[in-house]
């Protein structure tokens, strides 16, 4: 297993709330990327995040928003959340030169199952 | 942006046989191509993956090729057993990671 860890595993929440997802990077990475993953479908990119700032988006509404901690860990968070946001959202820490040459290896977390009622 | 399309969405085989998943890519400057094995209810994890600089990889039973110029790779899994059957996910990624829809992989004993 990698040393990638999410929280909560299990999330049901009803349409509008807000909602917060949490990622602890693996030791020594930098980088965090955050995936939304419908069933039966592949991984979605939302963001990545690369020593605290925004580092691409993926096509997400704004109600997708993200930071990172001094420490590489990061949350993800849903605002105004709507039954669609029904999904599996996994973070995937990497570990990125300065200059980046080439995409880096993401290693995944177990994901957090949020249902939205 | 990216657009991954993998080929098939399905694939059975029979134990011993070799499975083959082919995917296609539009972005010619996406430099690095990840498979991942995803099991039911668990993360995706990294089977084995490619750099733009190198035309084919192989670990044991699992190899991938890559056509820069056709902008298509495919994973090829031989002497397949019933521990291979899960979804598998190709992507390719210039700085962003995008990934196919998936191959979901039976190999029945």
């Known amino acids: 297993e990698t040393g990638v860890t999410q929280s909560p595993t299990h999330l049901i929440k009803t349409r509008g709330q807000q909602v917060t997802l949490r990622c602890s990077s693996q030791?020594?990475?930098?980088?965090v990327s955050w995936y939304q993953q419908a069933l039966g479908q592949g991984p979605q990119f939302i963001f990545q995040?690369?020593?605290?700032?925004?580092?691409g988006r993926g096509n997400f509404p704004p109600r997708f928003s993200g930071l990172q901690f001094p420490n590489y860990s990061s949350e993800l968070n849903v605002n105004a959340l709507e039954l669609d946001d029904s999904a599996l959202y996994l973070c995937a820490s990497s570990q990125r030169g300065a200059p980046a040459k080439s995409s880096e290896t993401q290693y995944f977390g177990p994901g957090t199952r949020l249902l939205v009622l | 942006g990216e657009n991954v399309e993998q080929h098939p969405s399905t694939l059975s085989v029979q134990e011993g046989d070799s499975a083959v998943i082919k995917c296609t890519y539009s972005d010619s400057a996406s430099n690095y191509f990840p498979w991942y094995k995803q099991e039911l209810g668990k993360r995706p994890q990294l089977i084995i993956d490619?750099?733009?600089?190198?035309g084919e990889k192989k670990d044991q039973r699992i190899a991938v090729t890559l056509n820069k110029t056709a902008k298509h790779f495919s994973l090829h899994i031989t002497e397949t057993q019933p521990e291979d059957s899960a979804v598998y996910f190709c992507a390719a990624s210039r700085n962003d990671m995008r990934f196919g829809a998936g191959t979901r992989l039976t190999v029945k004993p």
């Open positions: 995040y690369y020593r605290e700032e925004e580092n």
């Open positions: 030791s020594g990475h930098n980088t």
């Open positions: 490619i750099r733009s600089n190198v």
